[in-house]
């Protein structure tokens, strides 16, 4: 009498399954919300800035200009005119630079290339994935040090620096003509407002720094 052998089932191994599966569950994420955050914060401080700002039929009220009587009234009057029209005047430095990067599409292409790859290779990117790139591993400080060789080649030796600073120059030379001829006289000002806020980048530099602020704990986050 034979006796026949119960089938032998497949037994998958269930611990190194769920090991693998827990194992990529548990790799970091890109920094998609600390990204997310930071632009989220960068809007949020752009909206409160336009909304800072003047009509634009007073910047352009053709009744209110005149020839300035000299140097120094001309001075008072930029000084006066960007306390009053601080954000119009950004807003066209701002224009005055798009224009010229989008008619400079070389330019415009290396500078968005330098931006990304400091936002997600160096900002966004979890410390604890290092940048492979051909096999090679690159540590934190390795990658610092050729993101800014990079930004010094990109801004230095091509036409980033030049197309940037040309544009730059128009722009506040736009604004200091604007600023001279236009008579501040009808310009409702706050003659309390402190010296501190009239450099000509405060409100600028202080949307930067309020969006760096708040944006800071969702990068340390990712870097941690």
């Given at each position: 009498?034979t006796?026949?052998?119960?089938?032998?089932?497949?037994?998958s191994?269930?611990s190194?399954?769920n090991?693998?599966v827990?194992s990529?569950q548990s790799?970091?994420?890109?920094a998609?919300p600390?990204?997310r955050?930071?632009i989220n914060n960068?809007?949020?401080n752009l909206?409160n800035?336009?909304s800072?700002?003047?009509?634009?039929?007073e910047?352009?009220d053709?009744?209110?200009?005149?020839?300035?009587?000299?140097v120094?009234?001309a001075?008072?009057?930029i000084?006066k005119n960007?306390?009053y029209?601080?954000v119009?005047?950004?807003?066209v430095?701002?224009?005055v630079?798009?224009?010229?990067?989008v008619t400079?599409?070389?330019s415009?292409?290396m500078l968005l290339?330098?931006?990304a790859?400091?936002?997600?290779?160096?900002l966004?990117?979890?410390?604890?994935q290092?940048l492979?790139v051909f096999g090679r591993?690159?540590?934190?400080r390795?990658?610092l040090?050729i993101?800014?060789?990079?930004?010094?080649?990109?801004?230095f030796?091509?036409?980033?620096?030049?197309?940037?600073?040309s544009?730059?120059?128009?722009?506040?030379a736009l604004?200091?003509?604007?600023?001279?001829?236009?008579?501040?006289?009808d310009l409702?000002?706050d003659?309390?407002?402190?010296?501190a806020?009239?450099g000509f980048?405060?409100f600028?530099g202080?949307a930067a720094?309020n969006?760096?602020?708040?944006?800071a704990?969702?990068v340390?986050?990712?870097?941690?």
């Amino acid at each position: 009498m034979t006796s026949t052998a119960p089938p032998v089932l497949p037994v998958s191994n269930q611990s190194s399954t769920n090991t693998t599966v827990a194992s990529a569950q548990s790799q970091p994420p890109v920094a998609t919300p600390a990204f997310r955050s930071f632009i989220n914060n960068v809007s949020e401080n752009l909206r409160n800035g336009f909304s800072q700002r003047r009509n634009w039929s007073e910047l352009v009220d053709r009744t209110a200009f005149s020839k300035p009587e000299s140097v120094s009234d001309a001075a008072l009057r930029i000084r006066k005119n960007y306390s009053y029209f601080r954000v119009n005047y950004l807003t066209v430095v701002a224009l005055v630079l798009g224009f010229s990067l989008v008619t400079n599409p070389f330019s415009l292409f290396m500078l968005l290339g330098l931006l990304a790859s400091w936002l997600f290779l160096y900002l966004f990117r979890p410390s604890d994935q290092p940048l492979v790139v051909f096999g090679r591993s690159f540590s934190d400080r390795e990658t610092l040090g050729i993101l800014v060789v990079f930004s010094v080649f990109v801004i230095f030796l091509t036409s980033v620096g030049s197309v940037l600073m040309s544009a730059l120059l128009i722009g506040v030379a736009l604004v200091c003509a604007h600023g001279a001829f236009r008579v501040p006289e009808d310009l409702f000002l706050d003659e309390q407002e402190p010296t501190a806020n009239t450099g000509f980048l405060s409100f600028l530099g202080g949307a930067a720094s309020n969006a760096a602020a708040a944006a800071a704990p969702a990068v340390i986050a990712a870097r941690v």
